[in-house]
Nanobody
């Protein structure tokens, strides 16, 4: 199983970025796909999760209304569209796959596979 995250970069506050996570080696539609992030000096935190081929999504309060998670099942890829970015969104963003997608999806311990991370930097 491989998860390949991409799309990070440097953006000014108020701007937008779109992250992608291409997967291989798993039955994509059966997994919950999540995004987490880790800022310097902080613990990794939940951002968003999607399951059941997009029928269910859940977001951290800090990103609700600004970020959108969605999938392209034909490409086995999950995306994170990030709008109205703030300096506090600066972090390394990780995608992850959970083979038992029955919980809320916000616990990193539930995830089986992780991508390598992509850096997002938001300047003020």
């Amino acid at each position: 199983v491989q998860l390949q995250a991409s799309g990070g970069g440097l953006v000014q506050a108020g701007g937008s970025l779109s992250l992608s996570c291409a997967t291989s080696g798993l039955t994509f539609s059966r997994y919950a796909m999540g995004w987490f992030r880790q800022a310097p000096g902080k613990e990794r935190e939940f951002v968003a999760v999607i399951r059941w081929s997009g029928a269910s999504t859940y977001y951290a309060d800090s990103v609700k209304g600004r970020f959108t998670i969605f999938t392209n099942n034909a490409k086995n890829t999950v995306y994170l569209q990030m709008n109205s970015l703030k300096p506090d969104d600066t972090a390394v963003y990780y995608c992850a796959a959970d083979s038992l997608p029955y919980g809320l999806g916000d616990n990193e311990d539930d995830y089986d596979y992780w991508g390598q991370g992509t850096q997002v930097t938001v300047s003020s």
